[in-house]
């Protein structure tokens, strides 16, 4: 039996980095000597998050060959078996988890939710590729970097959720960039880079932070001829400089 589980780099590098990057902010604070005890609470809700994230691949087929049926057209009751069977365990083992977390967080972050809603009416309307969606959906993958964050500190920061939900959705306007080779997408990277430094100083957020993003903008000023795979490469570059960068510099 062939297990489903989420196979896009880039969703898993987002997922990533922004819990290294709240893992970083957090333990500079030095939360050993001042917070709870974090690391087991940590450790279970990191692993939880990525069962979660798991659930996503079963949950899409699912919706998929209910939309089939729907349409006329009839769907493997087998593979729906299956389906049904992987999305209960990773949901199941995910939230069982998350215990630890949301005996303290669920009444600050049940809200989200609704991110969750959102895109699976996404999925099942068979926008999973739209840039509406896809921005949901890093939405949710960068939720990581407050509850990690949370775990560690015990404290709520929603001002480290906009700082990586802004840097990494600059990401997939890069990847468009590729992919449409327009200037309206070139532009739209340019303007957002600088309304990124804005809501950085509005937030009060080091915009060092953003230092990585430089490249952003001179990648759409100066196009260079580049398959995605090092478009990928050169944003997991980012991602790394931008951890580091929030270890240090995030107050």
């Known amino acids: 039996m062939k297990i489903p589980i989420v196979k896009e780099y880039g969703s898993w590098a987002v997922f990533g980095s922004s819990l290294l990057a709240a893992l970083f902010a957090g333990l500079m604070r030095r939360a050993w000597d001042s917070g709870p005890e974090f690391s087991g609470t940590t450790l279970m809700t990191i692993l939880g998050m990525t069962f979660l994230i798991n659930a996503k691949v079963p ?41 630890p977390f949301l005996i303290e967080g669920i009444r600050y972050f049940a809200g989200f939710t609704v991110l969750v809603a959102t895109y699976s009416l996404l999925m099942f309307k068979g926008k999973e590729h739209h840039l509406l969606a896809e921005i949901n959906g890093f939405a949710l993958l960068t939720l990581s970097a407050p509850i990690t964050y949370f775990t560690v500190t015990g404290d709520i920061s929603m001002k480290l959720y906009a700082a990586v939900l802004i840097f990494f959705v600059a990401g997939v306007l890069k990847v468009r960039i590729r992919i449409k080779k ?69 107050v």
Not at 222 to 239: F, N, P, Q, S
Request: aromatic share 14%; glycine share 6%; with cysteine.
């Open 59 to 99: 949950f899409s087929s699912l919706l998929r060959s209910k939309a089939f049926t729907e349409s006329g057209e009839s769907a493997t009751g087998n593979q729906n078996r299956e389906n049904l069977y992987w999305f209960v365990i990773f949901l199941f083992a995910g939230l069982g988890l998350l215990i």
């Open 182 to 250: 327009t200037v309206a997408y070139r532009i739209a990277m340019i303007c957002y880079c600088a309304a990124s430094a804005v809501s950085f100083h509005l937030l009060d957020i080091s915009l060092i932070l953003l230092v990585p993003l430089l490249e952003n903008v001179m990648s759409a000023i100066w196009m260079r001829d580049e398959k995605l795979k090092t478009v990928g490469d050169i944003e997991l570059a980012k991602a790394i400089l931008f951890i580091v960068l929030t270890g240090f510099f995030w």
